[in-house]
């Protein structure tokens, strides 16, 4: 049962992702979809690939993001 | 009727697909382009495990005390999870490179709007 939940979360925090109006919300609702991604790939027999995923998609991604929208504009207009 | 583990990560990877090429055809913003190639990339990557995987098997962990028949028949399948594992880190570093040149279009036009830079603002 938890990981329909976990795939619900994925794909809701996918879609606020895209409708944020602020950068800097939507790279940080971004390291969400990538964390529960990282959950269902422990779920689907990876762990491997989970633990790298989990780093990547949950850390780096968004620290990326905000060092980008650091160095150019914040608001999306 | 209960949907298979399977077959609802399919549909999540389709829908991670899906979401990232509305993100990347219609929106204006070229950050949130970026954004969407990232859950593009997700989606191709969720797609690959999830074909991999074996209900009611076991990690790909060879132990002792396992018969190799038995763990043959019963393990995922671990090829694309080494794959995957590349794929994952490449993604990452080619986020690097386009989110650079996001900083060079920036500096060079003032705006990240698609439209202003491709000139089609007549307004």
């Not at chain 1, 998609?57 to 999306?76: E, M």
């Not at chain 2, 098997?57 to 060879?62: A, C, H, K, T």
């Not at chain 2, 705006?111 to 830079?117: A, D, E, N």
Request: net charge neutral; aromatic share 10%.
């Amino acid at each position: 049962m938890i990981e329909y939940i976990i795939m619900i979360i994925t794909i809701i925090g996918a879609i606020v992702t895209i409708l944020q109006r602020d950068l800097l919300k939507a790279a940080v609702v971004s390291g969400i979809t990538g964390a529960c991604i990282a959950f269902l790939y422990e779920i689907l027999l990876a762990p491997d690939v989970a633990l790298t995923q989990a780093i990547v998609g949950a850390a780096i991604v968004p620290a990326f993001f905000a060092l980008a929208i650091k160095k150019t504009k914040r608001t999306d207009d | 009727m209960v949907m298979d583990i399977q077959l609802a990560s399919l549909f999540t990877a389709g829908a991670l697909i899906i979401i990232g090429l509305y993100a990347a055809i219609f929106l204006d913003n070229i950050v949130k382009k970026v954004i969407g190639l990232n859950f593009i990339e997700d989606g191709a990557n969720l797609f690959l495990i999830a074909l991999g995987y074996k209900f009611g098997g076991v990690v790909p962990i060879y132990l002792p005390g396992m018969s190799r028949s038995w763990f043959y028949a019963n393990s995922a399948y671990p090829l694309p999870h080494a794959l995957v594992l590349t794929s994952i880190v490449i993604g990452a570093s080619t986020l690097a490179v386009m989110l650079a040149l996001v900083m060079v279009l920036y500096k060079k036009y003032h705006t990240l709007s698609t439209k202003v830079i491709l000139g089609e603002d007549h307004e």
